[in-house]
């Protein structure tokens, strides 16, 4: 995708409204050097994407960020339900979908993943070993897909990916393997770089101090 159609084709939206179980709290709103979560991924995405959404039940872990939240449209579907919420509110004809526990991806990241991407098809990361289907480009095309596979019970990303007529691309990513993986429980949080202030959503999220 050209660089000059991001802003008209591209919208951003942060699934945020996840039930966080194993954290035991909400993630959007966990502390982050001097930010949140949430505040951390939607700063990092705003570099390269004009407009982005939350997808979030509560419109509370919009934190301040002070962007529009919309609720899942089909309740107590995961993920699915959040990318079906996104792409049914979208501006643009494509979704860039993120989850707000990866707060060490970078804005280099996500235009990486855009520049990578093709018309129509859903793009994903790889880190060559598998695939990331968050963060994604998903076309709102899917739509129609999306709908049937969630009434046909399906609640996986693979599954709806593989399965989707309009087929997907990965875009191998290996360096940046570690700033895909999922914050999930108290131990992955206290594990990450930055918690200190000392992010840098620009360029590879670790500050030097912490490769030492």
């Not at 480009?137 to 609640?155: F, I, M, N, Q, T």
């Not at 399965?163 to 940046?176: D, E, F, L, R, S």
């Amino acid at each position: 995708m050209h660089a000059d159609e991001i802003g008209t084709k591209v919208t951003g939206a942060v699934l945020a409204g996840g039930r966080s179980s194993r954290m035991g709290r909400p993630k959007a709103l966990l502390p982050y050097g001097e930010s949140t979560f949430i505040r951390t991924i939607t700063d990092t995405m705003r570099l390269v994407l004009p407009h982005v959404i939350i997808i979030a039940d509560d419109p509370a872990l919009a934190g301040d960020t002070g962007l529009p939240v919309f609720a899942d449209i089909h309740k107590h579907l995961g993920p699915l339900g959040g990318l079906h919420a996104a792409l049914t509110h979208a501006n643009g004809d494509m979704v860039f979908l993120a989850p707000v526990d990866t707060p060490l991806l970078t804005s280099d990241d996500c235009a990486q993943l855009l520049a990578a991407a093709p018309a129509d098809v859903i793009t994903v990361a790889g880190d060559g070993t598998r695939l990331h289907p968050l963060p994604g480009l998903y076309p709102r095309s899917v739509l129609p897909s999306l709908e049937k596979a969630l009434l046909d019970g399906v609640r996986t990303f693979r599954h709806f990916i593989e399965g989707c007529p309009c087929g997907y691309h990965i875009h191998v990513m290996n360096t940046a393997a570690p700033r895909l993986a999922n914050v999930n429980t108290p131990e992955d949080y206290a594990s990450l770089p930055g918690l200190r202030g000392d992010i840098n959503r620009d360029g590879d999220g670790v500050h030097p101090d912490d490769c030492s």
